[in-house]
C-alpha cells in the first residue's frame, strides 16, 4: 500500500464484509419476471465471485411481491457453498415454516424506524412487527440459524420526512434483545448525507457492538459512496450492495438505487481495503439477469400488491 493510500485510509477497518443483496432486494423492485433459472444462477454466480453473503429471496406472500413467487422453489436449488452464508427474508411464522421447508439456514427480519412507513409497507406498527417476529427469531435461534434485522428509513421517510435517530437506535437495540446478530441499518429513499450518517453510527455505537451493525445505503441521489465513507470512518466494516445496483423497496417512492457492488468494491480497492471479491465476476453475475429486466416481460404494478407481507430496502 502506498503512503498516500494509506493516509486516505486513514482509520478505516482494514477489510470490509459485503452482504450482496441483488437476488433478493435487487430484483424485488424489477417488474420484468425473472426465470427461476436465472435467480438460480446469478445466486451461484454471485458466491462463486467470493461474496461471503448473498441473501437469496423472500418468503413473503406472492401478492405482496410477485418477482419473489418462486421462492419455494429457487432456494433448495442452490449449489450451496460451504464458506457462504445465504439468508432469506421472512415476514412472519407462515414465511419461516416455508424457509424451513425449503432448507434455510439463516433468516432476515424487517421493521422500519418510522411508523408512516411500517403502517404503508407491511399494515403494523413498529411494535406491532417487532412481536411478530419473535417467534420467527425465537424458532430460527432453536434451529441455530444466524439472524439478521432490517431498519428501514433510519434516515427519513418517504411520507413523514425526518426520523429520530433515538428511535432507531431503540429499534435495533430491541432486535438485538429478540435474537438478532446483525442488523442492517437502512437509507431506504437515498435521503442520508454524510454527517447524518456520522451521527447515526455515533448513536448507535453508544449502544450497540459494531460489529453487529451493517449499513444499507442506496444511490438515489449519488450519495452512497459518500455515505459509505463516513460508515468506515466510523469503524463500519459491513455493508449490504447489490450487483448491477439493481433494485431498492418497491413500497418506498423514489427508493430505485441500490449501491452497486462493483462501485463498492472499487471504492475499497482505492482506499487500500481489503473485501476478497471478484468485481468482474459480480459484474458478469449481473448480466445473467440483466437481459430479462431490460427486456421486460410479465409485470406487476405496485398497486396490484396485497397490503401485507412486504419486503424492504
Not at 70 to 99: C, I, K, Q, S, T
Not at 169 to 181: M, N, P, S
Not at 241 to 265: D, H, I, K, V
Request: charged share 25%; net charge negative; aromatic share 4%.
Amino acid at each position: 500500500m502506498t503512503a498516500a493510500r494509506d493516509e486516505e485510509r486513514g482509520n478505516h477497518p482494514s477489510r470490509v464484509r459485503i452482504v450482496e443483496v441483488g437476488p433478493r432486494d435487487g430484483l424485488q423492485n424489477e417488474d420484468a419476471l425473472v426465470p427461476a433459472d436465472a435467480k438460480v444462477a446469478f445466486v451461484e454466480a454471485l458466491a462463486d465471485a467470493g461474496l461471503p453473503v448473498v441473501e437469496v429471496t423472500s418468503f413473503v406472500s406472492p401478492r405482496a411481491i410477485p418477482q419473489l413467487a418462486d421462492a419455494d422453489d429457487v432456494f433448495p436449488r442452490v449449489r450451496r457453498r460451504p464458506d457462504v452464508r445465504y439468508p432469506v427474508l421472512v415476514p412472519n411464522m407462515r414465511g419461516m415454516e416455508r424457509a424451513e421447508h425449503a432448507g434455510a439456514d439463516a433468516v432476515a427480519v424487517f421493521t422500519a424506524a418510522s411508523e408512516a412507513f411500517n403502517k404503508r409497507n407491511i399494515g403494523m406498527s413498529i411494535e406491532e412487527s417487532l412481536a411478530a417476529f419473535e417467534p420467527v427469531l425465537e424458532r430460527a435461534g432453536a434451529l441455530g440459524w444466524w439472524r439478521r434485522g432490517y431498519v428501514s428509513t433510519a434516515f427519513g421517510c418517504p411520507y413523514s420526512g425526518a426520523v429520530d435517530t433515538a428511535r432507531v437506535v431503540d429499534i435495533c437495540e430491541a432486535l438485538i434483545d429478540l435474537g438478532c446478530d446483525e442488523i442492517s441499518v437502512g437509507d431506504t429513499i437515498g435521503v442520508a448525507e454524510p454527517d447524518g450518517v456520522r451521527h447515526a453510527c455515533d448513536a448507535l455505537l453508544e449502544r450497540l457492538p459494531g460489529e453487529r451493525l451493517a449499513l444499507h445505503l442506496h444511490d438515489t441521489r449519488g450519495r452512497a459512496l459518500d455515505n459509505v465513507r463516513a460508515g468506515l470512518e466510523r469503524g463500519i466494516s459491513t455493508y449490504d450492495s447489490s450487483a448491477g445496483g439493481t433494485g431498492g423497496c418497491p413500497f418506498a417512492p423514489g427508493a430505485p438505487g441500490n449501491l452497486a457492488t462493483e462501485s463498492l468494491c472499487a471504492m475499497l480497492d482505492r482506499l487500500g481495503i481489503d473485501h476478497g471479491v471478484d468485481a468482474a465476476k459480480v459484474a458478469a453475475a449481473a448480466a445473467v439477469v440483466r437481459n430479462h429486466i431490460v427486456d421486460g416481460g410479465a409485470t406487476a404494478e405496485a398497486g396490484d400488491r396485497g397490503p401485507g407481507d412486504r419486503s424492504t430496502g
